[in-house]
Nanobody, 119 residues
Framework: QVRLVESGGGLVQAGGSLRLSCAAS????????MGWYRQAPGKQREQVAR???????IYVDSVKGRFTISRDNAKNTVYLQMNSLKPEDTAVYYC?????????????WGQGTQVTVSS
């Protein structure tokens, strides 16, 4: 069964921290790069961080030095540690493989987790 379950979002003040978790089914997690994506209101979904199967990490410029992606291969779980949060980080955050998983001919996404950063 295909599964992506994100958690850990919430409301935080600017400068604060949150740690997101994503439990993925083995079919998605195993042998695939994993990424965190976000979608802010009125904007397209963007990838903010990616981790390869070997542990190499890649970040979009806007989060470099503030966010850290990691993965636990034994638990099929990927994490996103977010520090020094800014109001512009407010979005729904999703995890997925990279590229995103395809099921029944369409990209498959979990429910996401809302992150709201107040100024």
């Amino acid at each position: 069964q295909v599964r992506l379950v994100e958690s850990g979002g919430g409301l935080v003040q600017a400068g604060g921290s949150l740690r997101l978790s994503c439990a993925a089914s083995g079919s998605i997690f195993s042998f695939n790069d994993m990424g965190w994506y976000r979608q802010a209101p009125g904007k397209q979904r963007e990838q903010v961080a990616r981790i390869t199967t070997r542990g190499t990490t890649i970040y979009v410029d806007s989060v470099k030095g503030r966010f850290t992606i990691s993965r636990d291969n034994a638990k099929n779980t990927v994490y996103l540690q977010m520090n020094s949060l800014k109001p512009e980080d407010t979005a729904v955050y999703y995890c997925n493989s990279f590229p995103p998983w395809i099921a029944a001919g369409r990209s498959y996404w979990g429910q996401g987790t809302q992150v709201t950063v107040s100024s």
